[in-house]
C-alpha cells in the first residue's frame, strides 16, 4: 500500500523519481488575499471546500534541464530544438581542460529547472513522460502538506529567505538547483520559490461552494501560474494559494529567447491507478 510521501525511483512508467500525494479534502484559497498588483488582488478568495478523490504521483522537483537531456537521448531527433543547457556526462577535451584550470562544466546547470517553456510545451513534454500537468487543486493540495494547512510549501510550513527559497533579488530568474532547499511534508521540492509552475487550469474565480476534483473553466484566455518565485521581504507570492495568470502560448520569439517565460517551468503528476 502507498502512503503519502512515499518516494519512487525512475520506472519504464514513469522514467523520473516520484512522490506520492493521497486523496482528501482541504480547504482551497486563502482569505487574507495577498496581492501582487492590482490585477491579481481577490483571485485567491473565497476560501471553499475541495476533495480530491484521487491520489497523484508526483516529480519530486520541478522537471531540470537533465530531465530534457535524457528525454532526448530517449527520443533522438524529437527534442532537439530545446538548447542544451547542461551536460549529462562532462566529457571532452574541452571540459578536461576546465576541470583541470579549476573551472566549472555545465554539469552544474542539469539540477536547475527547465525555463522559457510555453503551456503548450510544457503539457507536450508531460505528456511524453505519461503524466500530465497538475491542476491547480492538486497543486495547493500537495502544497499545503501532509497538515492541509501549511500555509508554505516548505519542511517546516514557514517562510524564510536563504532558508526556505531562493531570493530573486539576490539570485535572478533563471532558478536555482531543485533541491536547494529542504522539501516539504510529502518530499516535495521547490513547490514555492525557485521558479513559477505551469498548473493545467484555465483562469477563473473562485466561488464558495464545495467542489469535488475542480478541473477549471472549460476554457478560457489564461493558463494559472502556481509556486512562484522568491521575492525579498514580500512573501506573499510565496502563499500555498497565491496564482496568477497569464497568456499560455506566446509566439516565438517572444518565449523563444527565455523572455516573457524566463522564470516559469513545470513539473508533471500522474493519477494514482
Known amino acids: 500500500m502507498i502512503s503519502g510521501g512515499d518516494r519512487v525511483t525512475g520506472t519504464s512508467k514513469y ?7 493521497p486523496p482528501g479534502t482541504f480547504q482551497m484559497g486563502y482569505d487574507k488575499c495577498y496581492h501582487y498588483s492590482d490585477s491579481h488582488k ?12 484521487h491520489g497523484t504521483h508526483w516529480m519530486t522537483t520541478e522537471f531540470t534541464n537533465g530531465h530534457m537531456e535524457e528525454l532526448k537521448k530517449r527520443q533522438p531527433g524529437k527534442f532537439d530544438h530545446y538548447k542544451k543547457w547542461c551536460d549529462l556526462e562532462p ?7 576546465k576541470r583541470k584550470l579549476g573551472f566549472e562544466t555545465r554539469t552544474y546547470m542539469c539540477e536547475r529547472p527547465l525555463t522559457g517553456v510555453s503551456w503548450s510545451q510544457a503539457n507536450s513534454i508531460c505528456s511524453e513522460l505519461g503524466m500530465r500537468l497538475p491542476t491547480e487543486a492538486e497543486f495547493e493540495y500537495a502544497a499545503k502538506g501532509k497538515s492541509g494547512k501549511d500555509e508554505f510549501a516548505t519542511a517546516t510550513g514557514e517562510m524564510n529567505s536563504g532558508k526556505h527559497f531562493r531570493d530573486l533579488c539576490r539570485h535572478g530568474v533563471s532558478g536555482g538547483d531543485v533541491k536547494e532547499y529542504p522539501p516539504n511534508s510529502y518530499g516535495l521540492y521547490g513547490l514555492c520559490g525557485n521558479v513559477f ?11 464558495s461552494d464545495a467542489v469535488t476534483d475542480p478541473q477549471g473553466p472549460m476554457s478560457g484566455t489564461y493558463k494559472v501560474l502556481r509556486g512562484a518565485e522568491g521575492m525579498q ?11 496568477i495568470f497569464v497568456l499560455p502560448d506566446l509566439p516565438a520569439p517572444y518565449y523563444h529567447f527565455n523572455y516573457h517565460y524566463r522564470n516559469v517551468g513545470f513539473r508533471c503528476v500522474a493519477t494514482q491507478k
Open 15 to 21: 522514467p523520473v523519481e516520484t512522490v506520492y500525494v
Open 42 to 53: 481577490s483571485d485567491q478568495c473565497p476560501p471553499h471546500t475541495v476533495t480530491l478523490t
Open 91 to 97: 566529457a571532452g577535451w574541452w571540459n578536461w581542460i
Open 197 to 207: 509552475k505551469w498548473v493545467s487550469d484555465w483562469y477563473g474565480t473562485y466561488s
Open 233 to 243: 521581504d514580500f512573501d506573499g507570492p510565496l502563499h500555498s494559494a497565491y496564482r
